[in-house]
């Protein structure tokens, strides 16, 4: 049974960091990329951020580049996604993705249940 299981959300305000980080068991999860996709109120899916098997090749969408770091254990099975200089537009639902990963068609094979970021003052 796959299992992803995020942490880490919450309140934060403009400028400031969180750190997500998500849980994987029941897959091979060294063998599989992992990513982040968020939805905000009323929007669409939307893809953050992606990292390959190994952890050399990541890739980001533009409006998180140079704020975002995607990173993951493959000792710990865990996927993080540490979010600096966070802004209110960042306000969303945050899924863990584990798998068959495509960034622009929003798909993935495994998704986790989501946790909550506000970028609020």
């Known amino acids: 049974q796959v299992q992803l299981v995020e942490s880490g959300g919450g309140l934060v305000q403009p400028g400031g960091s969180l750190r997500l980080s998500c849980a994987a068991s029941?897959?091979?999860?060294?063998?599989?990329?992992m990513g982040w996709f968020r939805q905000a109120p009323g929007k669409e899916r939307e893809f953050v951020a992606v990292i390959r098997r190994s952890g050399l090749l990541t890739d980001y969408a533009d409006s998180v580049k140079g704020r975002f770091t995607i990173s993951r254990s493959n000792v710990k099975n865990t996927v993080y996604l540490q979010m600096n200089s966070l802004k209110p537009e960042d306000t969303a639902v945050y899924y863990c993705a584990a798998g068959q990963i495509a960034t622009t068609r929003g798909t993935a094979d495994y998704w986790g249940q989501g946790t909550q970021v506000s970028v609020s003052s």
């Open positions: 029941g897959v091979p999860f060294s063998s599989y990329p």
